[in-house]
Structures are given as structure tokens and as C-alpha cells.
């Protein structure tokens, strides 16, 4: 797609470099297929955190919250206006406007309960990820 004067203008003026990011950890759970965020949330999750990060995962006891920041490595694509959920029986908005996964940068957040903590794994319920999803961050949320 050809840029426009406008996005060429922008980038001119801000020079923003690009954002390269190395995943903290991974997902384990049994959903291997895009399902519902509701049907992803019921199914108990697993945050595998890469060993060399565990020591920052210290104060994470359990019965806490946390922000789960990863990226939707399986969604291709997206447009600016989208159905809200995807149904087309309700007016088109922006994407920034949505929860719709289908974004410019591909990142997802979900406040999930964390039920309890082995060593690098952190068992989780409420996260709307699939298995081998990419975690970025995690972040307590008070």
C-alpha cells in the first residue's frame, strides 16, 4: 500500500523508530483454536515466564490480579472500522474504540486472578489467550 502525504508527514515529524519487543514468557492452556473471549476466559491458563525473569515474579504470592500483556500472534491483518464483536448488524466503529484483537500493533491486555505461583509458572484463570500465545509484560494491577 502506498503511503500517504499525511503518513509521510507524521513520520517526518515524529522519526519514530520501530518497537522490537522479546517475549517474558508463553501461554499454556487447551485452547488451540480462536474461540470467544468468554469461552478462552473459563479455561484455566498457565504463564510459562522464561527462567532467566523468575526472580522478578518475586511477590507474586496468589489471590492478586494482574494485567497479562501479550501480543495476537494468530490474527492476520485488520481495518481502521470494524463491527463492534464482528457483527455486522451493528454500525461500524474505530478500531481504537474496540476490544477487537484485529489492531495496527496486534497486543492484547486482560486482567486475569492469579491463583497461585511455581516458581516461573503462574497459574491463572480469566485470561482470554490461546496456547503459545506470546507473553510481553505483566504488570500487578492493584
Do not use: W
Request: charged share 25%; hydrophobic share 35%; glycine share 8%.
Amino acid at each position: 500500500m502506498k503511503e500517504s502525504e499525511l503518513e509521510q508527514e507524521f513520520k517526518r515529524a515524529y522519526d519514530l523508530p520501530a518497537v522490537c519487543m522479546t517475549p517474558i514468557g508463553i501461554v499454556e492452556n487447551d485452547v488451540h483454536e480462536l474461540l470467544s473471549p468468554g469461552q478462552i476466559k473459563a479455561r484455566p491458563s498457565r504463564i510459562i515466564v522464561d527462567p532467566a525473569l523468575e526472580e522478578g515474579l518475586d511477590g507474586l504470592t496468589g489471590d492478586q490480579r494482574l494485567l497479562v500483556v501479550f501480543q495476537f500472534h494468530l490474527l492476520p491483518g485488520y481495518e481502521l472500522h470494524q463491527h463492534p464483536r464482528g457483527d455486522p448488524s451493528l454500525p461500524k466503529r474505530g478500531v481504537f474504540a474496540l476490544h477487537s484483537p484485529h489492531r495496527p500493533n496486534p497486543i492484547g491486555v486482560t486482567e486475569v486472578d492469579l491463583v497461585r505461583r511455581e516458581g516461573n509458572i503462574l497459574h491463572v484463570s480469566g485470561l482470554d489467550a490461546v496456547n503459545g500465545t506470546p507473553v510481553l509484560d505483566l504488570k500487578l494491577n492493584k
